[in-house]
């Protein structure tokens, strides 16, 4: 059973920072694929930033430059680093893990994310 389980988030003012952490306890794949996923209120999920076993990244262009994603492999964890940030990232970000089956498609693709956390608040003030 495999349980993803976020942390880090909370109330910043614009500008600030914060670093997510999303640990995956049972996740038995070497190598950790995922990501994050936000939600804000009124609006769809959305893809924010993807790292892949390889290490490959892939992000939302609106947080280019600002945000970092980052794994460690050994303790089976994600973690998003997130600078600069604006009223617009105030959302419930998810922490995401990858299935065993990789569909081939948009980095985005839902399909690919087997493993989901509860979610986590970032609030941004102006």
């Known amino acids: 059973q495999v349980q993803l389980t976020e942390s880090g988030g909370g109330s910043v003012q614009a500008g600030g920072s914060l670093r997510l952490s999303c640990a995956a306890s049972g996740y038995t794949r070497s190598n950790i694929c995922g990501g994050w996923f936000r939600q804000a209120p009124g609006r769809g999920r959305e893809g924010v930033a993807r790292?892949?076993?390889?290490?490959?990244?892939y992000y939302l262009e609106s947080v280019k430059g600002r945000f970092t994603i980052s794994k460690n492999n050994a303790d089976n964890a994600l973690y998003l680093q997130m600078n600069s940030l604006k009223p617009e990232d105030t959302a419930v970000y998810f922490c995401v893990a990858c299935g065993m089956k990789s569909y081939g498609g948009s980095w985005t693709d839902l399909r690919d994310f087997g493993y989901w956390g509860q979610g986590t608040q970032v609030t941004v003030s102006s």
């Open positions: 790292i892949d076993s390889d290490g490959s990244t």
